[in-house]
């Protein structure tokens, strides 16, 4: 299970869930974040920074956007036990634009303050590495 990783679990209806950030990257032990979206349709909270639309993923057939309070903090292996379905990666750009939505200074009040941090915080651990290496 890499970054960026697509897929649809037995749980959460038919959801494309997509990992954003991983605890321990290339490893198979750990936890991992994910998001999932979900169709725009009539819903008026919706940040547009992540909107995607029909073309931008396989999955996608409709305007879909990220539902920040059912992301996931999940290890694993326990994750990986639920998957119905994979998918090809998401879009590096795009990946990127979700990303930079947990930043720090985020204004979106339904992206938990927790999830905000240990994104920040694996994202920190990955990049120090990145240096000493």
């Known amino acids: 299970m890499e970054i960026g990783?697509?897929?649809?679990?037995?749980?959460?209806?038919?959801?494309?869930?997509?990992v954003i950030q991983?605890?321990?990257p290339g490893e198979n032990i750990g936890q991992v974040i994910c998001v999932y979206l979900s169709s725009v349709g009539n819903k008026k909270r919706i940040d547009p920074q992540t909107i995607l639309h029909k073309g931008d993923h396989p999955f996608i057939t409709v305007d879909?956007?990220?539902?920040?309070?059912?992301?996931?903090i999940e290890l694993k292996t326990d994750l990986q036990q639920r998957i119905r379905d994979s998918y090809p990666p998401i879009n590096p750009e795009i990946l990127k634009r979700i990303q930079s939505q947990f930043s720090r200074n985020h204004p979106y009040e339904n992206i938990r303050r927790g999830v905000i941090e240990l994104f920040n915080e694996w994202q920190d651990d990955q990049n120090f590495k990145r240096l000493i290496l």
């Not at 990783?5 to 959801?15: N, P, R, S």
């Not at 879909?64 to 996931?72: A, C, D, G, P, Q």
């Open 5 to 18: 990783d697509c897929f649809t679990l037995d749980t959460y209806g038919t959801h494309l869930h997509i």
């Open 22 to 24: 991983d605890q321990k």
């Open 64 to 72: 879909s956007f990220v539902k920040y309070r059912n992301v996931l």
